[in-house]
């Protein structure tokens, strides 16, 4: 059975810090590219940040320098540390296991979790 369950979303006010956690099980996990995507009302989901099993990232030019993605093998699970949250930045936070980023649209997706900027 395969599946990734989001966890860490909820209210903050602009300007401030959450941290999201995907836990991936039936997987293996290690030979998969790992990734955030967020999808707000009324827009596409889009590439927030991936990481590739040897570490390397990749982030969306609006999120660089703010957002850091990282990964623990040993628990299966993929993180996405969020700073400085932008109200436009409210949205569903989906986590994806894919082959690359390319076949990541037919990969595995998570149900989402709601991340809320509002003061």
């Known amino acids: 059975q395969v599946q990734l369950v989001e966890s860490g979303g909820g209210l903050v006010q602009p300007g401030g810090s959450l941290r999201l956690s995907c836990a991936a099980s039936?997987?293996?996990?290690?030979?998969?590219?790992m990734g955030w995507y967020r999808q707000a009302p009324g827009k596409q989901r889009e590439l927030v940040a991936t990481?590739?099993?040897?570490?390397?990232?990749n982030y969306a030019s609006a999120v660089r320098g703010r957002f850091a993605i990282s990964r623990d093998g040993d628990e299966n699970t993929v993180y996405l540390q969020m700073t400085s949250l932008k109200p436009e930045e409210t949205a569903v936070y989906y986590c994806?296991?894919?082959?690359?980023?390319?076949?990541?649209?037919?990969?595995?997706w998570g149900q989402g979790t709601q991340v809320t900027v509002s003061s």
């Open positions: 990481i590739a099993s040897g570490g390397f990232t």
């Open positions: 994806n296991a894919a082959a690359s980023a390319i076949t990541a649209r037919g990969g595995i």
């Open positions: 039936g997987i293996s996990f290690s030979l998969h590219m």
